[in-house]
C-alpha cells in the first residue's frame, strides 16, 4: 500500500521534528531556577504518555490493512497535533 507507507515516511520526519522541540524543551526546563521539573511534571507526564500512544497508534498503523488504516491515519494525526500543540504551548510558557 503506497500511500501508507509514504505517509509512514512522513511520519518518522515528524517525529524527528518533535524530537528536537523536546531537546529543546528539556534544555530550556534543564537553564530554568527553582524547580521547572516539578513546576511542570503534569505536563511532562502528559507528554510521556501521549509520546507512547502515538507511538502504538504508529505501529499498528504500519501493521493494519487497508480497511482499518483510515481510521488509524486519524488517531496517528490526532495524537501527533496533541503533542505538538502540547509541546509548543510549554516552550511558550518558559521565560
Known sequence: MPVKEDYLERVVGEV????DKVAHLKTQLARQSGGPQL???WELEYLRKRFAE???CVEELEEADESRSKDLFKSVEMTW???EHTIEGLLRGLP
Open 39 to 41: 513546576r511542570y511534571y
Open 81 to 83: 497535533r496533541d503533542l
Open 16 to 19: 524527528e521534528k518533535l524530537a
Open 54 to 56: 502515538f507511538k502504538q
